[in-house]
Nanobody, 122 residues
Framework: QVQLVESGGGLVQAGGSLRLSCAAS????????MGWYRQAPGKQREYVAS???????NYADSVKGRFTISRDNAKLMGYLQMNSLKPEDTAVYYC????????????????WGKGTLVTVSS
């Protein structure tokens, strides 16, 4: 069982940066894949980025080159560094974990946090 709590969301101007954190409970997080997803108002939740237990990363095309996913297994933490933010990045961001991850999808993500809101003003 893994419980996830996101933090670090807030209001930022376009072009700014934010760093989201995901605190995990449960040692199985160390051998779990982790992902970040987001849901904009009126839209379906979408994949943002993922990282395997071994550190392999994947990104949605819309954030590639601007966002960086990372993890610290010793601290049971996951991170999403977001740079060059755009108004279209406004969404609730969710952290998820599971035994496997299929980049681009929610497949394999069994555990979810409650989300943190990111608002990017123009």
């Amino acid at each position: 069982q893994v419980q996830l709590v996101e933090s670090g969301g807030g209001l930022v101007q376009a072009g700014g940066s934010l760093r989201l954190s995901c605190a995990a409970s449960g040692a199985t997080f160390r051998i779990s894949a982790m992902g970040w997803y987001r849901q904009a108002p009126g839209k379906q939740r979408e994949y943002v980025a993922s990282i395997t237990s071994g550190g392999s990363t994947n990104y949605a095309d819309s954030v590639k080159g601007r966002f960086t996913i990372s993890r610290d297994n010793a601290k049971l933490m996951g991170y999403l560094q977001m740079n060059s933010l755009k108004p279209e990045d406004t969404a609730v961001y969710y952290c998820a974990a599971g035994w496997t991850v299929r980049p681009g999808t929610e497949a394999g993500m069994n555990y979810w946090g409650k989300g943190t809101l990111v608002t990017v003003s123009s």
